[in-house]
């Protein structure tokens, strides 16, 4: 892994004395600062459930709900970072955990924000009574969600398939355990991780219109923020609020883009195996900024000398592990105990729901829900697939190019997160008025803003792919179908599986917000098991939520053991004998 020796730091003079650029920076970092202290006090204030919260369609509004908006989304991406580097590494280090952890994720990443909602939403309102913040921390969660499962299975996905080279080196440097995750397994893991971080923000983007306008149980709650903001628009049929709204989240993902992952992608390229001198042309002003300070540099000198103490402490060496045959019949035997605990309550949780529902609900419907969750099932495999085919292609010819990777990743990044009932009015005014049928042409919103998840995923495989393997094959002639065959596609093929299994899981989340389309007085809905959850949650019947609920998590559940899982262990396998 070679530095960009265009981001090297320069041998400026070192002092206690502040530059112009150390003013600059800590102008900027201080506005950034008081903007979003501002908005987060605005989190804490008296609130009863029922009490109308006045959204202003003002263009004036837009920067406090913008501000707003950005402090949850932040707020969500911080837990989603700690929970991905906690859980992410406890699976795939422990085939036992991972057992447990990987699952889990499958079934709550299956679990429809609207589901999350109608859940937190009441108990976040008596954790906190009589306040805002309750209603405020269900929002964030609902967006922590839409964040955290593609983070944690791009961490998991790196350290599965981290080249077992990196391990030789790491014991012929004597790294400890702790070492070795810090020195070898994380930087592996960052180019992929950041570019999937990235597209999790957008998707906090692509719900927050159903985070921050909450309708669970005939409640109406909206929240200050551009989320509300567009759905007053929408109810108020209002198209120049919806300009205005486009305007502004164009603007703030432009913002958080040159501010925070411009100069994240400039410091990660330090990691990136494929970079050399020649290719390395990602530029952030940022960066370059920060570089020139000088009391800054004081600061990351510091910083740096607690994460080397930290790293190099004997206190933080954990001991090596024994290996698995080393290890006496007891432990089998908790192990044995452990998975029929764990067989044990999903049996009996399963009981449960199935008395819930079937105390209210009679078999027929259902059967009939099942039926809907097959109809959305085989609308999301058709999507993957036209996905696959379209963006497979186009990501590996960004990921060869980083000039084009630099020009593409913000204009991906706005469309990520465009929310789809932004364009409601063209689709909802199209089908109306052509006579459409809205089962055909509501389907493919199911994919509007999951499909990034492969384009980045693929982006960020094709960059990591070692330069020496790009020589060799160009030197043995190896083109055209050949190339795609033995070279892109093996080499992408991790990625691929992780960005496809999280746009799957989001087609099935997404179903809840594209199959039921509203304009005015309009409304448009569709066959499918995103509709039957959606219509149910706006009225709070729990029992049929929880069956719509309980339906999509056996359906997403079945399909990546069966589809996603074995592929995962083959990329794993492949890479590992690699």
């Known amino acids: 892994m070679q530095k960009n020796a ?6 400026t003079k070192t002092g206690l004395t502040p530059n112009l650029w150390d003013i600059v920076a800590f102008v900027i970092i201080l506005s950034i600062f008081a903007i979003l202290a501002l ?22 509004a837009l920067p406090q709900y913008a501000a707003n908006t950005v402090l949850r989304m932040f707020i969500a991406l911080f837990f989603s970072l700690l929970f991905t580097f ?10 036992q955990t991972e057992k447990l952890l990987i699952p889990l994720i499958d079934i709550l990443q299956s679990v429809p924000i609207l589901g999350m909602l109608s859940i937190s939403v009441v108990a976040f309102i008596h954790l906190f009574p009589n306040s805002l913040l309750g209603p405020e921390c269900a929002a964030i969660f609902a967006i922590f969600t839409s964040q955290v499962w593609n983070m944690t299975l791009s961490l998991y996905q790196s350290i599965r398939t981290t080249p077992k080279e990196f391990y030789e080196t790491a014991a012929i440097f004597h790294l400890s355990h702790w070492q070795q995750f810090w020195r070898i397994e994380v930087p592996f893991a960052i180019p992929g991780l950041l570019w999937n971080t990235m597209i999790s923000m957008s998707a906090g983007w692509f719900f927050v219109v159903a985070s921050e306008a909450i309708s669970v149980s005939n409640q109406n709650i909206l929240l200050p ?16 609020a919806i300009f205005y709204a486009i305007i502004a989240m164009f603007i703030i993902i432009l913002l958080y883009d040159q501010i925070l992952f411009r100069p994240l992608l400039t410091w990660a390229e330090r990691f990136n195996m494929t970079q050399t001198e020649e290719n390395a042309s990602s530029k952030s002003w940022i960066y370059i900024l920060l570089i020139k300070t000088r009391w800054l540099k004081h600061i990351q000198t510091f910083f740096e000398a607690i994460s080397e103490f930290l790293l190099n402490s004997r206190h933080l060496k954990l001991p090596a592990l024994p290996r698995l045959v080393e290890i006496p019949a007891f432990p089998r035997l908790w192990i044995w105990i452990w998975n029929s605990l764990l067989l044990c309550s999903v049996f009996l949780t399963s009981l449960f729901l199935w008395n819930f529902v079937s105390a209210t609900i009679p078999s027929s419907e259902i059967s009939h829900v099942f039926y809907l969750g097959g109809i959305t099932g085989l609308k999301v495999t058709v999507l993957i697939l036209l996905a696959s085919l379209l963006w497979v292609p186009i990501g590996v010819s960004i990921g060869l190019h980083p000039k084009m990777r630099q020009l593409v990743q913000p204009i991906t990044q706005f469309l990520a997160a465009f929310p789809i009932n932004l364009i409601y009015p063209l689709v909802v005014t199209g089908i109306v008025h052509f006579n459409l049928n809205v089962e055909v042409w509501s389907t493919p919103l199911m994919i509007l803003g999951t499909q ?25 002639g190896v083109k055209r179908w050949l190339w795609w065959k033995k070279f892109a596609l093996p080499a992408i093929f991790p990625y691929y599986v992780t960005g496809s299994m999280t746009a799957a899981a989001g087609c099935w989340n997404a179903s809840i917000v594209a199959d039921v389309l509203e304009w005015g007085n309009h409304k448009l809905i569709a066959t499918g098991l995103g509709s039957y959850i959606s219509q149910h949650t706006t009225t709070g019947d729990f029992p049929r939520i929880a069956l719509g609920i309980a339906v999509m998590c056996f359906y997403v559940l079945t399909i990546n053991v069966i589809v996603w899982r074995k592929l995962y262990n083959l990329s794993a396998t492949r890479f590992a004998s690699e």
């Open 225 to 240: 923020g551009i989320g509300s903001y567009i759905s007053v628009a929408i109810n108020h049929r209002d198209l120049s």
């Open 6 to 11: 265009y981001y090297q730091t320069p041998k």
């Open 39 to 60: 908005a987060a006090h605005r989190m804490h204030v008296p609130y009863q459930v029922g009490e109308p919260i006045d959204i202003s369609l003002s263009p004036t």
């Open 452 to 476: 990034w998840y492969i384009l980045f995923n693929v982006i960020a495989g094709t960059a990591a792919i070692p330069k020496d393997l790009h020589l060799v094959a160009k030197s043995f």
């Open 86 to 95: 906690i859980v992410g590494p406890l699976a795939a280090k422990n085939r």
